[in-house]
Nanobody
């Protein structure tokens, strides 16, 4: 009923920038909190940043000052601007959203398919 599709990943040199996008589609009644998580090889998935419907943000300490999360509620889209990228940022990045489908009384937790970010020289 609700799909999240990420885009914008790729290969970038250390110190470079990337912008990830995640668009929600389907029979969406409303979307609440949205966020980005990442999973590096051999590691657990970890929170990168979250943003509430009214724009309040939260960041992992490792990305504070370098990454910026934002959203466009009219487009059901969340963004992650990543600057000053480091090799340690290499991971698959996943979009997450609490969305209420049309016809549902409750919201559900949805995940995108992930997009690879590789930081390497």
């Amino acid at each position: 009923q609700v799909q999240l599709v990420e885009s914008g990943g790729g290969l970038v040199q250390p110190g470079g920038s990337l912008r990830l996008s995640c668009a929600g589609s389907g029979n969406i009644f409303s979307i609440g909190a949205m966020g980005w998580y990442r999973q590096a090889p051999g590691k657990q998935r970890e929170l990168v940043a979250t943003i509430t419907e009214d724009g309040s943000t939260n960041y992992a300490d490792s990305v504070k000052g370098r990454f910026t999360i934002s959203r466009d509620n009219a487009k059901n889209t969340v963004y992650l601007q990543m600057n000053s990228l480091k090799p340690g940022d290499t991971a698959v990045y996943y979009c997450n959203a609490y969305a209420r489908p049309v016809g549902s009384f409750w919201p559900y937790n949805y995940w995108g398919q992930g997009t690879q970010v590789t930081v390497s020289s």
